[in-house]
């Protein structure tokens, strides 16, 4: 696929606008009193779907055998791009607007149009030890963003979610930096993950992106064997 019909499938796809589902809304982490989600985009039309995204959260976090906190604080990472997402970005900052306790924070996520493991291994991994200059997504920032966050442990309970539209690639992205980083996932392990949180993969460049911070997490003894190719 050519990266013209790459970007126009990633516009189409990204304006299918269906509320909060629950499948893909799925607890990532907890620390002390908070909690970490992702989960796909709540925005349904001209509404943010805030009670149903409590409810599938609260389902979640008592399947995990912990209680939901009594009128925690939230805090909504957006990873979608201006361009593809007026109108959710409209919905969405429109309702953090309106509820000034919570807090919204926008970092877009763009992926990669390079697969490191279609360049030689030695070149891949040269290019990864400057990843966090080259990188647009650097998945560092990110990552640390949101660990930071849920570390930080405050009188009020936080859920701290971040979503992308479709809640499967670049939302998919940013998870498997996150586990790969904080909670010594492989690169294999979080891929084969993202791929069935839909019934389809997740899209190149989304796994591409992924890819690229493996090799850079490689550096610190981090990510496994990058080279994993999944079979379908
Ligand atoms: C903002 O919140 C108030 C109080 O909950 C509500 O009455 C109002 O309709 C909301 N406005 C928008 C634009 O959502
Ligand atoms: C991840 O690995 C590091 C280094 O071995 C270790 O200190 C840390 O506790 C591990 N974290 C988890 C969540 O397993």
Not at 29 to 45: A, E, M
Not at 67 to 93: G, M, N
Not at 94 to 114: A, C, D, L, M, R
Request: glycine share 6%; aromatic share 16%.
């Amino acid at each position: 696929m050519g990266y013209k019909q790459f970007i126009l499938l990633i516009l189409l796809t990204s304006f299918v606008y269906c509320g909060v589902s629950p499948s893909k809304v799925i607890l990532v982490d907890k620390i002390g009193k908070n909690f970490l989600f992702r989960t796909n985009s709540p925005v349904q039309g001209n509404s943010y779907q805030m009670y149903e995204l409590q409810e599938a959260m609260a389902k979640k976090i008592s399947q995990a055998g912990y209680q939901f906190p009594q009128d925690p604080k939230f805090h909504s990472y957006s990873l979608v791009w201006l361009l593809d997402s007026i109108k959710q970005k409209y919905t969405e900052d429109k309702y953090f607007k309106n509820h000034t306790e919570y807090q919204f924070s926008h970092y877009p996520i763009f992926g990669s149009i390079v697969n490191p493991n279609s360049l030689p291994n030695f070149l891949a991994k040269f290019l990864a030890k400057y990843y966090p200059i080259w990188n647009h997504d650097n998945l560092n920032i990110i990552t640390q963003e949101l660990r930071d966050n849920l570390l930080k442990q405050e009188e009020t309970p936080k859920i701290i979610f971040f979503h992308c539209i479709a809640g499967e690639d670049r939302t998919g992205q940013v998870f498997g930096g996150y586990v790969m980083r904080y909670l010594n996932w492989t690169y294999q392990r979080s891929l084969d993950f993202d791929n069935q949180v839909e019934d389809r993969n997740i899209h190149d460049e989304s796994k591409y992106g992924l890819n690229w911070y493996c090799y850079y997490l490689n550096n610190q003894g981090k990510g496994g064997d990058c080279t994993y190719e999944p079979n379908n």
